[in-house]
């Protein structure tokens, strides 16, 4: 197996792995909840957004040319998934489309600097001491865009199935799930509070 694929499979796993990344995937949840399966497109931007935004600092914090502090930034993931969801139960169904929708970019990406300060010690420690890290960085974030993709399908097929399929009201799904996420970043802020 090439280690191009190594990475790839670590990134994709990392992201998918419920019983670790139970946060990111809340996250991308309380992200993309909002939007229809006929937003995709929208969707896909806003997800690469993200990536993009935790590329950068992953980068940055594995050449060691920033340094986190591990307990605040393992704070701040659960804070931005918490401001997610709450900001959820205020947007209006016009508010995902235009210039709103732009917002939501520039919001994604700067909450993925955060979270990629988090799996910055997590592919250090799989790095180890090795040098030459450009492409198990881009390997480890293309994977991780993957399981983002994953997990967004999951979430947009589902949405499909139970409003227009079912007849729940779509204010209802985007109530009760961003509800959830957001009492569950509280759980999580209140474990990770390091003062």
């Excluded at 991308?28 to 006929?38: G, N, S």
């Excluded at 959820?88 to 929708?101: T, V, W, Y």
């Excluded at 993925?112 to 390997?139: E, T």
């Excluded at 865009?145 to 949405?159: C, D, K, S, T, Y």
Aim: glycine fraction near 6%; proline fraction near 1%; charge should be neutral.
């Amino acid at each position: 197996m090439s280690q191009f694929r190594i990475y790839f499979d670590l990134g994709r796993e990392h992201i998918l792995d419920v019983a670790n990344g139970y946060d990111h995937i809340l996250f991308v949840i309380a992200l993309c909840v909002l939007y229809q399966l006929r937003d995709w497109k929208h969707v896909l931007i806003l997800v690469t957004a993200f990536t993009i935004g935790h590329s950068i600092t992953l980068a940055l914090s594995t050449f060691n040319i920033i340094s986190v502090n591990v307990e605040l930034i393992e704070f701040l993931i659960p804070v931005t998934i918490f401001i997610t969801a709450v900001s959820n139960l205020f947007k209006h169904e016009d508010a995902i489309h235009g210039r709103a929708m732009q917002l939501n970019y520039f919001y994604a990406a700067f909450f993925g600097l955060i979270h990629g300060m988090g799996f910055s010690n997590y592919l250090k420690s799989i790095l180890g001491r090795d040098k030459n890290i450009v492409s198990q960085l881009f390997a480890f974030n293309i994977g991780l865009e993957l399981g983002q993709i994953i997990i967004v399908v999951i979430l947009l097929v589902a949405g499909f199935i139970l409003t227009d399929l079912f007849g729940v009201n779509r204010r209802d799904w985007k109530m009760v799930i961003s509800s959830a996420v957001a009492g569950i970043a509280l759980i999580l802020i209140k474990e990770k509070i390091f003062w």
